[in-house]
């Protein structure tokens, strides 16, 4: 059987996210299934290169995945012939830079999000892409996610009737770092390195509600900055100068009507609910709750009639009047079904949707979201022209 190798630059693969689920989950996993069969019948080889900072943490994931190709030269990685697509998860700061080196070589480019700092640089990154004439996508997981692709099968299918109202709660308590070691990195809390949880969790919002529901058009947003002193990776403790909550209210063109959309997002919230993100879609046919791996729903026909009483203790048990989507399929990681899908754009050129220029509009969402915090008003989302 015919094997095309595709040589693929992994930029920041000894942080959490590239390791476990771009190289793993993704690359490795395919490999493992013994390549990803293509059109022609052949089979397409991804070929990894690691690049980072620190040979140690290199040398290490490469001796523990069998891999002998990486290096902390990114030039002379993007200068190899053999190369044809850079991937970049490193901190949101480094990213523009490595993201023009790549188009400048040429390369094809796919990327964590968000793409840029601000919503300058995301367009110019994007326009550069399209001059080069290169193929570019934007890691937009939880579309790919069984929770989410079965609320996206509701919602085609017309379930929903006149779609209302979106609610959707994101979070979980990540630790100052004192007395017991934060889950998230130290950076993730300092506007100077990029971090913030806005910047972070907008993006994926927008795609979220622009892929699902329609596009978003306006947003106004409450941030904060609820724990304001942490503890780093060494135990030294810091000013937390990024916001680690934020509460945003977006305006969804739907397909009747507008959707009002209210997603809070935190690392200071304890978690009572089945998954760490869901969100509830009310519609005038019903209703569904979908997580990243669940989908409940609720018809009309089957809604039940409660009566608010607040002087007697309710008997109704809600969350059982709710009845589970099946699977209908088999779903396999997220992101690892979108690589596929990006590596089928690269070399068979089958058609993709989430560009640069989709990773521009998230961008451009959390970056309205903070202006609206910092000055208390509802903001239009203005159309990003190519």
Request: glycine letters at 8%.
């Amino acid at each position: 059987m015919t094997r095309t190798t595709v040589g693929i630059v992994l930029n920041g693969v000894t942080g959490r996210m590239g390791l476990r689920q771009h190289l793993v989950r993704s690359l490795l996993a395919i490999r493992a299934q013994g390549g990803l069969p293509l059109a022609d019948g052949s089979r397409l080889w991804p070929h990894p290169v690691l690049v980072g900072r620190s040979e140690a943490k290199l040398r290490a994931v490469a001796e523990e995945h069998g891999l002998t190709d990486w290096t902390t030269d990114l030039s002379a990685a993007l200068a190899r012939p053999d190369v044809q697509i850079y991937f970049d998860a490193q901190v949101t700061s480094a990213r523009s830079k490595a993201l023009r080196m790549a188009i400048e070589a040429g390369k094809h480019v796919y990327t964590e999000k968000p793409i840029a700092e601000d919503l300058s640089a995301a367009v110019e990154l994007a326009e550069l892409a399209d001059a080069a004439g290169i193929k570019h996508g934007v890691v937009q997981d939880k579309l790919f996610l069984p929770g989410l692709r079965k609320l996206d099968r509701l919602v085609r299918s017309g379930f929903f009737g006149r779609i209302l109202s979106i609610r959707g709660e994101f979070g979980y308590w990540v630790f100052e770092g004192d007395w017991q070691a934060a889950q998230r990195p130290s950076w993730n809390y300092r506007t100077a390195d990029g971090g913030g949880i806005t910047a972070d969790m907008f993006p994926h919002w927008h795609y979220v509600l622009e892929q699902i529901f329609g596009p978003v058009t306006a947003v106004t947003a409450r941030v904060a900055t609820h724990i304001e002193r942490r503890w780093d990776e060494d135990g030294q403790p810091y000013d937390a100068t990024a916001d680690d909550a934020a509460y945003g209210l977006f305006e969804v063109a739907g397909p009747d009507s507008t959707i009002i959309a209210a997603i809070n997002s935190s690392w200071a919230v304890r978690v009572n609910r089945d998954e760490l993100v869901e969100f509830q879609v009310d519609g005038t046919h019903g209703s569904a709750v979908a997580g990243l791996h669940h989908c409940r729903i609720q018809p009309r026909a089957a809604t039940p009639k409660p009566v608010w009483n607040p002087d007697v203790a309710t008997s109704d048990r809600f969350r059982e009047q709710w009845q589970e989507v099946p699977d209908n399929a088999e779903f396999d990681n997220g992101f690892k079904a979108q690589w596929e899908l990006f590596l089928r754009h690269v070399v068979e050129g089958v058609p993709y949707t989430w560009d640069l220029w989709a990773g521009a509009r998230g961008v451009q969402l959390a970056e309205l979201g903070l202006r609206s915090s910092r000055e208390g008003v509802r903001l239009e989302v203005p159309e990003l022209r190519r």
